[in-house]
């Protein structure tokens, strides 16, 4: 038998192996479990390996606030539902416990709270407040600014010209609004008709630059008396007059002790509302923007429900007894020109405190000539 070459052979063998190898490729194996992407690898392109698209990481659920707010009786009146309005505004991110301000203390004491972070939030009237606001004491200058829309612009406009420091002393002012007309309550029967009728009276004040006007301008008696006491101090005789809200003439029931009430505005009562200010720097910048636009919109309801309600305060007053009367012509043009006496002494105090007083002025008086 004749030998066939090795190389041959080895040429055979080749051949054979790779027509396996092509049957091979031609009929593939059941594949096995998909392979899983190492983990933090992501996988790009068209393939259908059956795993579905990728699923978003779920979101940190964002922190929220429950608070406390401090107010007087008086604001919860229009106010007391500020938490509600905060949860509304910011999706439940912000509730809150409304707390009496006279169970803190002073109005002062709540202030001074909110600054050392005791408390969350004062809701407060800065004329209760002697000397924590001596810029915005200026709209409690009688006859100065005459609605409230005024009152309001003269407040944006010192914002505006950086002239409010003082409601940033560790504090954020959330909102500010204008509410009740301040009017002046007499007893014994008295109806002023000139300016030297005021003299000698006895007059109760619960604001620096109102005390000057009592004192310098129409000649009487300055008393201060806290809130709670006017009341007891119009009774006894303490005091013979009272500038006071409507609203707070009825709740206090002072139509059994006075007689008669100048309905024409004196000044209008300030709320301004305090937060914390390391509090208000924890709120990530789109929670501050919704407390913003709460702010906003409560005080715009607060300005529009206390102007509805004036004249119905009016109504329930003279219902009650008390003989409600506007100042005639010369005594009001005599009350309002009193007012400048007062701006210059406000302008002076301002500039012993350190602060521009002449600046203050200019702006305050430039919105007010446009009323």
Not at 38 to 65: L, R, W
Request: net charge negative; charged share 20%; glycine share 6%.
């Amino acid at each position: 038998m004749k030998r066939i070459p090795a190389v041959i052979l080895v040429v055979v063998l080749l051949l054979s192996l790779s027509g396996l190898a092509a049957c091979n490729n031609n009929n593939p194996a059941p594949a096995g479990p998909a392979q899983q992407p190492a983990p933090g690898s992501s996988s790009s392109g068209s393939s259908s390996s059956g795993t579905g698209p990728a699923q978003p990481a779920p979101q940190a659920e964002k922190e929220k606030y429950h608070l406390s707010i401090a107010m007087t009786p008086t604001s919860m009146l229009f106010a007391n539902d500020i938490s509600d309005v905060f949860s509304r505004h910011t999706d439940g991110r912000v509730t809150a416990d409304v707390l009496d301000v006279n169970s803190l203390g002073s109005i002062t004491d709540a202030v001074n709270m909110v600054r050392d972070g005791v408390l969350d939030i004062a809701f407060i009237p800065t004329t209760l407040a002697p000397g924590e606001f001596p810029v915005l004491d200026i709209c409690a200058i009688p006859f100065f600014t005459k609605s409230y829309d005024c009152a309001v612009e003269i407040v944006d406009a010192l914002v505006g010209a950086g002239l409010l420091d003082e409601c940033y002393k560790k504090t954020h002012m959330l909102y500010y609004t204008s509410t009740e007309s301040n009017v002046v309550g007499f007893t014994k029967g008295l109806v002023p008709t000139k300016m030297s009728d005021f003299a000698g009276l006895k007059i109760r004040s619960n604001a620096a630059s109102l005390t000057d006007y009592i004192n310098e301008v129409l000649k009487g008696t300055a008393v201060n008396i806290a809130t709670n006491d006017v009341y007891l101090s119009l009774s006894t005789g303490v005091v013979d007059a009272t500038f006071n809200s409507p609203n707070n003439m009825l709740l206090s029931s002072y139509a059994d002790v006075m007689d008669t009430v100048m309905r024409q505005r004196a000044f209008a009562n300030y709320l301004i509302c305090l937060v914390n200010a390391d509090l208000w720097a924890s709120f990530d910048s789109e929670l501050q923007t919704l407390m913003m636009q709460a702010g906003k919109d409560k005080a715009e309801y607060i300005r529009e429900f206390t102007a509805a309600v004036e004249q119905d305060n009016f109504n329930a007053l003279a219902e009650a007894g008390v003989n409600v009367f506007e100042a005639n012509d010369e005594l009001l043009k005599n009350m309002i020109d009193g007012s400048l006496v007062v701006q210059d002494i406000v302008e002076a105090k301002l500039n012993s405190f350190g602060i521009d007083g002449a600046r203050v002025m200019e702006v305050a008086r430039a919105v007010a000539a446009k009323y």
